[in-house]
């Protein structure tokens, strides 16, 4: 119990430790592996490790394992040599589910309340200037808090946010007989859904709007709700970018100029090399992605091997350059800043196989369960719970929107945390 108890501890501090330390973040999970290794053994629950998921996640590690020793470069096989342990920890936090009845009570109200903090620390950062800790906000007008001087807090909200929400939505009953603490819970969610607009951050900003549409859509909430909620974002939306001018520039203006920047550039009388009338998010977005084409094409298969494209970018095989006037847009990077284009890249046909495939699986669990079960009355908690963690699979997957690095051990916990949650829902059923 004392293995159980300390697990749950660590993963309940993990929203935490993922703003204030990448290194705490990546050593909890380490630690939270080898207490679930030694309860498993000692229990002998081997039934954890017999699933869909495990196996898969088999394959492909050892696949990218393989590809990387192939490459005989330290940062690529480095990178792969330790990633068994993310399967692993999506197991972890399965038992410690499964093991401990107040784990999900627990892992909500410190996330809740993490994200109320955030959340006023980033309106007082964007309203002054700096934050309590004072960190000054970026000069394009975007926010951080705890994050520092790394603008990533709409994507860290964005991809927990639906895991609490969907705890929200399962057991809020059983946690809270009070009106007034749902309605402050609700608010604070409110206002995290502000602090993602408010970072600038338009990847993050666009998949918020994904998932709130597709949570009207999706959820069994009362039609009324759904007539409620929607028109108050809609006159939230209005007003917040009619208020504030900085707002509407980054997340609209500032998104159509580089999605155009031909047209500028011509504007400007500046000469250019390219003729594309549309550009894939910017032409720096493009310019990565010419790059990355150019690696997959040259092992469709296999790829270049895993983070190998910081390495290869700028070989003169790959290289690729976009120039308007006196300035040059190179394309080499330290990833592609896309899932599905670095795995191709890295990877290959055989490693994005393994990302395509999953993400074509959620969507087909989402409509599944949409149409088999949306009218089924006795399920509804259960229901709206799994449809918020296949959402946030859907959200961390979806492919048409810059991300971060693939393998980045950060953005990997944050893909392999509500996995765990779901393989304890469906009882291990993938």
């Keep these: 119990m004392r293995l159980i108890n300390a697990n749950s501890i660590i993963i309940c501090s993990l929203p935490i430790f993922l703003v204030f330390s990448r290194f705490i973040a990546d050593l909890s999970i380490c630690v939270c592996v080898i207490l679930f290794l030694v309860s498993v053994v000692k229990k002998k629950e081997w039934f954890y490790f017999n699933n869909i998921f495990f196996y898969l996640f088999l394959l492909f590690f050892f696949y990218i394992l393989i590809r990387s020793i192939f490459t005989l470069n330290l940062i690529s096989i480095e990178t792969t040599i330790f990633y068994f342990r993310f399967g692993l920890f999506s197991l972890a936090v399965w038992h410690v589910i499964n093991n401990n009845s107040k784990f999900l009570k627990y892992f909500f109200i410190i996330s809740i309340s993490f994200f109320l903090i ?238 395509i495939l999953f993400f074509c699986y959620v969507v087909f669990k989402l409509f599944y369960n949409f149409f088999v079960f949306y009218n089924n009355k006795t399920i509804s908690n259960i229901y709206n719970y799994k449809i918020c963690l296949l959402l946030c699979f859907f959200i961390n997957f979806f492919p048409i929107v810059p991300n971060g690095n693939f393998f980045n051990n950060w953005l990997s916990i944050m893909y392999y945390l509500p996995m765990g949650f779901y393989l304890q829902l469906t009882k291990g059923k993938f």
């Design 118 to 355: 955030l959340s006023l620390d980033a309106m007082y950062q964007y309203y002054s200037g700096h934050n309590i800790l004072g960190y000054p906000k970026h000069i394009y007008n975007k926010v951080g808090s705890f994050f520092g001087k790394t603008f990533i807090l709409g994507s860290y909200i964005s991809k927990i946010f639906l895991i609490i929400f969907g705890i929200f939505l399962y057991k809020n009953f059983f946690f809270f007989n009070n009106k007034y603490i749902n309605w402050a819970i609700i608010l604070t969610f409110a206002l995290s859904s502000l602090a993602v607009i408010l970072s600038g951050e338009r990847a993050a900003f666009f998949l918020f709007l994904i998932y709130f549409f597709a949570i009207l859509i999706l959820l069994k909430l009362k039609k009324n709700h759904k007539v409620i909620i929607l028109s108050s974002f809609l006159v939230f939306m209005i007003l917040i970018f009619f208020y504030d001018s900085k707002i509407y520039y980054r997340h609209i203006v500032q998104s159509y100029t580089q999605f155009n920047l031909e047209k500028y550039y011509k504007e400007k009388g500046l000469e250019t090399n390219f003729d594309k009338k549309y550009f894939t998010f910017s032409i720096d977005h493009e310019a990565h992605y010419q790059v990355a084409y150019k690696m997959f094409t040259n092992n469709i298969f296999f790829g270049q091997g895993p983070k190998m494209f910081r390495v290869l970018c700028d070989d003169n095989k790959f290289r690729f350059e976009y120039k308007y006037g006196a300035d040059i847009i190179n394309g080499c990077t330290s990833h592609p800043h896309n899932s599905y284009i670095q795995l191709l890249a890295e990877t290959g046909l055989t490693g994005a196989a393994f990302l």
